[in-house]
């Protein structure tokens, strides 16, 4: 675990922004809600790195991070246009206006927290102005892009590769998907017996979307259904996104009427089947799923939503029908599918998002090499709205926050660089929370911070 002091900070007033800003010897996680001036924060974070003294730091050293392209853009254009009027202000003459004698107050602040001359601070403003476009100010997403085309070979991926939103990976998956159920269905087929036990208690339908969700790069297809009673990796992640789904709909649809308790019924079966891997028929819940259907015609319900229920409800129905010995079958029957599919996928010069999470963290936590001089060429890394970050993010995070002359391949057991990381975030916004966004790692995550 490590050793540098935690510093908890509420954006309460100009103390504790202060020390946001300009504190380095320690590592900061800072709490603040929306409307509190976060991204203003940042920005000011940004300059005092770049403008102090000892130690003023490249704008390419520093790794600032945020969670939608909107916000990353916002970020940059903020910093471009304060650097900017920061060169503008001529300490010699009288500011016109009450904006110009607020930032003249601000550049000679600086110049006396850090001992600068004017040109010396107009000098490390080009310097960042000019360089602006090569930093590492964006998305945890184009940041695992840069780090892969950094190191195709080391990350074996193709040096061109293209970024899918998964309009690709669905495309692919279809076309695949349905070549290969066809020669599974086929009577020479090896699996054919496998097939006429499960095509009686699973629809195919449901059978595709499990396979698609554990197609995804984030998941471990390593784990083993057989030998024992836990659910794999891969079909509790389709569990989960049910679930989210299931949540999504209950809080958009208060009411108590035969759709809602519907909902309501199969975010308890699946969330029973989680628990423990059956489910008993004669539930209450199981018996309202049997006999009720969805109304897409009831008031208040949009044609998405109607459809979406009804996917619900069809999936918790299927998995009544599901025991250990169903999963371990679909299990061995779709990881074959699915590992071949990655494998097609990448070689076709394709990578999701998800893939570029998981192939930038193995590249950081498998490659020492790498690692190392990634940890010397970003000596800080900032992120903003931090609860959206999933374990995945993290680990890339922590490796390479490391100790110098450190290569430990558990994120839980890296030892951080006092100082080197600053994030920002507020667990009750977490806006993906309902993909692979976790709380509760967020937590753990910032303890260790």
């Known amino acids: 675990m490590m050793s540098t002091s935690q510093a908890l900070t509420e954006l309460t007033d100009a103390v504790d922004r202060r020390t946001a800003v300009a504190t380095f010897d320690r590592n900061l996680v800072v709490t603040a809600g929306a409307g509190t001036g976060k991204t203003t924060l940042l920005i000011d974070r940004l300059v005092h790195l770049l403008l102090r003294n000892p130690e003023p730091l490249m704008i390419t050293e520093i790794a600032a991070l945020t969670f939608t392209n909107k916000a990353a853009d916002e970020l940059k254009l903020r910093l471009r246009e304060r650097l900017q009027a920061f060169l503008d202000i001529k300490l010699d003459r009288e500011p016109a206006t009450a904006a110009e004698e607020e930032l003249k107050g601000d550049v000679e602040a600086l110049i006396a927290v850090y001992q600068l001359s004017k040109d010396e601070l107009d000098r490390r403003i080009h310097d960042a102005l000019r360089n602006i476009e090569r930093s590492d100010i964006g998305t945890i997403h184009s940041f695992a892009a840069n780090l892969l085309r950094l190191y195709p070979l080391e990350a074996g991926v193709d040096p061109q590769f293209r970024e899918d939103d998964g309009a690709v990976f669905d495309r692919l998956f279809d076309d695949h998907w349905d070549r290969w159920l066809d020669q599974e269905l086929a009577l020479p087929s090896p699996n054919a017996e496998d097939w006429r036990k499960i095509l009686p208690r699973c629809r195919l339908d449901h059978i595709k979307a499990l396979g698609k969700s554990i197609a995804a790069e984030n998941v471990d297809l390593r784990q083993s259904a057989d030998g024992n009673k836990s659910i794999p990796a891969a079909l509790r992640a389709w569990l989960d996104r049910l679930d989210s789904k299931a949540t999504i709909l209950i809080d958009r649809h208060p009411e108590d009427r035969v759709n809602e308790k519907l909902i309501q019924a199969a975010r308890g079966a699946i969330s029973e089947f989680k628990k423990s891997g059956r489910l008993n028929p004669a539930t209450e819940e199981c018996v309202l799923l049997s006999e009720k259907t969805i109304n897409r015609n009831i008031q208040g319900w949009s044609p998405e939503d109607a459809t979406e229920a009804q996917e ?111 994030v920002v975030g507020d667990p009750k916004q977490s806006i993906y929370a309902f993909r692979r966004a976790d709380i509760e790692a967020y937590l753990e995550v910032v303890e260790k911070i």
């Not at 409800?313 to 169903?326: H, N, P, S, T």
């Not at 996928?345 to 001089?373: C, K, M, P, T, Y």
């Not at 010397?376 to 390479?400: M, S």
């Open 312 to 422: 619900l409800v069809r999936a918790a129905k299927g998995l009544v029908k599901i025991d250990d010995e169903l999963t371990a079958t679909l299990w061995r029957l779709l990881v074959p599918y699915a590992q071949d599919f990655r494998e097609r996928f990448i070689r076709e010069g394709h990578i999701s998002f998800d893939g570029l999470l998981v192939r930038a963290r193995n590249l950081v936590r498998d490659q020492a090499s790498v690692r190392a001089a990634l940890k010397r060429r970003y000596r800080t890394i900032l992120i903003d709205e931090f609860q959206d970050t999933d374990p995945i993010q993290y680990e890339i995070l922590l490796y390479l926050a490391e100790q110098p002359g450190q290569s430990a391949t558990d994120w839980r057991k890296v030892n951080v660089v006092p100082g080197k990381i600053f």
